[in-house]
């Protein structure tokens, strides 16, 4: 009679082990991406021109936006490989779930193009410096001051008063009238 319950125990611990290291290490391996993420933000934001009025804090802004980028994409793919881990570990047939996933993953796509065009447009606005908190913009459809700039949206007041809330991806082109050249005479 105690045989059965042995071999269960067993087979068990056989199997619990590998799925216990594998939340350990996908748990370290997170904290010290996250931890190297934030290191190298702090360093690259102290950096740079500090003669420019306002630039130590639009870099800081910039920095702490790709850095939540890096975080979230560190996080995805650790956690995302830890769950198939764990998941092959269990003696699950992955097969199914990718094929799956990669329907429900280009429906998604498909469906969500604005929203991702948004995120990368946004992504290469902070990359590029195009504008930051402060800059008078003038975008087309609206001009404005430059409250927030997030990943997907532009947030804008205008000279009424209003708020305006832009997508990063609708934005056709930017004319940034804080980074105006002054006329100067030089005769």
Known sequence: MTMPITENVQTWSEKALPIVVTVVVAVVARY?????????IDRVSKRGNRAALGAGERRRQRMNALGTV???IASAII????????LGSMGVNLAPILASATVIGA???FG???VVKDYIAGLFILL?????VGDVIDIGIAKGTVEAVHLRVTTLRTDEGFTMYVRNGEIPHVANESQKLTDT???
Not at 32 to 40: C, D, G, P
Not at 79 to 86: L, P, T, W, Y
């Open 79 to 86: 956690v995302g490989n830890a769950a198939f881990s764990v």
């Open 107 to 109: 429906a998604v796509g």
């Open 185 to 187: 005479d030089f005769a």
């Open 128 to 132: 590029e410096d195009q504008y930051g």
């Open 112 to 114: 969500a193009q604005h």
């Open 70 to 72: 890096l975080k979230i």
């Open 32 to 40: 010290l991406a996250h931890r190297l993420i934030n290191k190298v």
